[in-house]
C-alpha cells in the first residue's frame, strides 16, 4: 500500500510514513486506498484475541512489514500486561442498545494508550526497513492525555528520543504529574505559555522549519510525531471499531452486517476519523456522531460546512478536548474533495490565512450523510455523569460523558433507535474532581484526595496505573513562551 499527502503528491510506503509522521508539504499521509474487509472475515474475528483482530486490520495497510513483524509488535503492545484488562478494549452494555467501548485500561488510562503502546515497535521497525540511523526524535504537542501515553510507549525505546509540549494551565493536576514523574533516559517534558494549539502550531511549525530540521540533523537525529497527524497512531485505532463490531456480533447484541452508531468524543479528530475508515473498508456503520464540548467548532462545521475559529477558545472539564482547530479533519477532507490535493491545499490556506474555510453545499451534504454533530456545555456534561450513575451505576470520565450527552441528544433529535456504541476515552480517575463535583457537588482542592473519595462513594477501586503518583518524584521542569520552542528543546537535548 502507498501513502500519499493530502496536499497532493508525493508517494511512500508506509514505513516511511510512520517514520517521517508529516509529507514535505505539510500535509498528511492517506493510504491509496481502503482495503476492503469482506464480512465474512469480520464474522471470523468474533472468535479471535484482540491482538489477533489487530494483525488482520494492520497488515491490510503496512504492507512493508511481515506479519511476523507486526505480530511481535502487537505482542510487546498488547500482550505484555500493560493493560489492566485482558480484552484490551472490553464493551461495556449499559442497556440493550447502548455500549461502552472502554479504551482506557492502559498505562496511562486513555484512549490514547492503544496506538501509542504501539506505534514505537513500528517506528522502530520503520527505522530498520529504511536504513534510517540517527536517532528518530518524537515530538509531540499535547492537551494532556497524548504527553503521557507517548511518554510511556517511547521511553528507553533504543534509538528513539521523546519530547512533550504542554499548555502549562491547560492540563489536569493528574496529567501534569503523569507527564513530569516520567522515567526514562530519553524523555523531556516542556510546558508552554499557551493553549493546545499554542503547543500543536508550534510543534507543527518546527516540523515544516528547514532550518530546524538541519540542526537537528547535525546532531544526528531526524523529526518524527507521535501525535494523531502520525499514520501509525491511525491505523492502531481503526482496530476497536472492528473489535467492537465483533464483540457485539458474538453476544448476539446484533446479527451480522446489521448497522451500528458510534458516539465519538473529538478534539482532534483522530479518533472519530478511525472510525470514518473503518466503516470505508466495510464495517457496517450506519452514523458517526461526533461530540465536542464548548468549544464546537465542528458541531458547527458539520451543521453548515463552513469551518471557523473565530471564536473564544474554552476551558472545560474535558481538556483533551479543547481545540479549536482539529488536525485529522484534513484527512476527512481529503476525502470528501475527492483527493483532490489542491483543493485540500487552498482550504487549508484559507484556514490559516482567514481563520476559516467553506467546503461548499454538495461535498457537506455528503459529510452529513455519514457525520452527527452535537456538543455538551459544562453543566449538561456534569449532568450526565450524574443521570448515568444514577441510572445505570457507571462512572463515566469528563470526555465520555460529552458523548453520551450527544447520543441522547441525537436520538431524540433523530428517532435512530440503531444500536450505539459510546467510545470511553478515559478512566474518571484522570478527572476524579470534576466527575465526584458531577456526582456529589463538590469537590476537593487535591485531585488525589478527589481520587479517593470516588472511591469510597463508589466502590470502583483507583487504578493500579495511577495510584501513588502524588509522591513520585518531579523530573522535569522545563517552561517555555510559544515563540521559543525550538531553543526549548535544542536545550533539552544538550541536558
Ligand atoms: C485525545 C482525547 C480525546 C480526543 O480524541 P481525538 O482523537 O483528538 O479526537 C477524547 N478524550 C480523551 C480522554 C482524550 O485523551
Not at 5 to 22: E, F, N
Not at 409 to 416: A, K
Not at 419 to 435: E, H, I, L, R
Not at 442 to 465: M, W
Request: proline share 3%.
Amino acid at each position: 500500500m502507498s501513502f500519499f499527502s493530502t496536499r497532493g503528491g508525493d508517494c511512500v510506503t508506509a514505513s516511511q510514513a510512520i517514520l517521517y509522521g508529516l509529507a514535505e508539504n505539510g500535509g498528511l499521509y492517506v493510504p491509496a486506498m481502503f482495503p476492503p474487509v469482506p464480512i465474512q472475515k469480520i464474522r471470523e474475528m468474533v472468535g479471535m484475541t484482540y491482538r489477533e483482530r489487530a494483525l488482520q486490520v494492520l497488515r491490510k495497510f503496512l504492507e512493508d512489514y511481515t506479519n511476523e513483524e507486526i505480530d511481535r509488535a502487537l505482542g510487546a503492545a498488547y500482550g505484555s500486561g500493560k493493560f489492566d484488562d485482558e480484552r484490551i478494549a472490553p464493551l461495556h452494555a449499559l442497556d440493550d442498545s447502548t455500549f461502552m467501548l472502554e479504551l482506557f485500561h492502559g498505562p496511562t488510562l486513555a484512549f490514547k494508550d492503544m496506538a501509542l503502546q504501539l506505534l514505537p515497535h513500528l517506528t522502530a521497525l520503520a527505522a530498520q526497513k529504511n536504513d534510517e540511523k540517527r536517532e528518530i526524535a518524537i515530538l509531540v504537542a499535547t492537551s494532556g492525555d497524548t504527553g503521557k501515553a507517548a511518554l510511556e510507549g517511547f521511553k528507553d525505546v533504543p534509538g528513539t528520543s521523546c519530547t512533550v509540549f504542554y499548555p502549562r494551565d491547560g492540563v489536569s493536576r493528574v496529567q501534569e504529574l503523569q507527564m513530569t514523574t516520567t522515567k526514562g533516559e530519553n524523555t523531556h517534558v516542556i510546558s508552554v505559555q499557551g493553549n493546545f494549539d499554542d503547543a500543536q502550531t508550534g510543534v507543527k511549525a518546527l516540523f515544516s522549519s528547514k532550518d530546524f530540521r538541519a540542526r537537528m540533523d547535525q546532531m544526528g537525529k531526524v523529526l518524527s510525531s507521535a501525535n494523531s497527524i502520525n499514520f501509525g497512531r491511525l491505523v492502531p485505532q481503526i482496530v476497536y471499531y472492528f473489535s467492537a463490531y465483533a464483540d457485539l456480533v458474538g453476544r448476539f447484541a446484533i446479527g451480522l452486517g446489521d448497522k451500528v452508531n458510534f458516539v465519538v468524543p473529538t478534539g482532534n479528530f483522530g479518533n472519530i476519523l478511525a472510525a470514518y475508515y473503518a466503516k470505508r473498508m466495510g464495517l457496517p456503520i450506519h452514523k458517526l456522531i461526533c461530540a465536542s464540548n464548548g468549544n464546537n467548532v465542528l458541531t458547527d462545521f458539520i451543521h453548515t460546512g463552513l469551518y471557523t475559529t473565530h471564536r473564544a477558545f474554552i476551558k472545560t472539564s474535558s481538556p483533551s478536548m479543547d481545540i479549536l482547530i482539529s488536525s485529522n479533519l484534513e484527512r476527512l477532507l481529503y476525502e470528501l474533495a475527492d483527493r483532490d490535493g489542491d483543493l485540500v491545499n487552498v482550504w487549508m490556506k484559507q484556514l490559516q490565512e482567514c481563520g476559516s474555510y467553506s467546503i461548499g453545499q454538495q461535498r457537506h451534504e455528503v459529510m452529513a450523510a455519514t457525520f452527527f454533530g452535537g456538543c455538551a456545555n459544562e453543566r449538561q456534561t456534569a449532568a450526565e455523569i450524574k443521570r448515568v450513575y444514577g441510572k445505570h451505576h457507571y462512572v463515566l470520565d469528563t470526555h465520555t460523558a460529552v458523548a453520551s450527552h450527544v447520543l441522547n441528544e441525537y436520538r431524540s433529535q433523530t428517532d435512530d433507535h440503531t444500536p450505539a456504541v459510546v467510545v470511553a476515552t478515559a478512566s474518571p480517575y484522570k478527572f476524579a474532581g470534576d466527575v465526584l463535583d458531577a456526582l456529589w457537588g463538590s469537590k476537593e482542592a487535591d485531585d488525589f484526595i478527589s481520587q479517593q473519595k470516588l472511591c469510597e462513594l463508589t466502590g470502583l477501586k483507583v487504578p493500579a496505573q495511577i495510584a501513588g503518583l502524588e509522591s513520585l518524584p518531579v523530573r522535569h521542569e522545563l517552561f517555555c513562551e510559544k515563540e521559543n520552542m525550538a531553543q526549548a528543546v535544542l536545550r533539552a537535548f544538550e541536558k
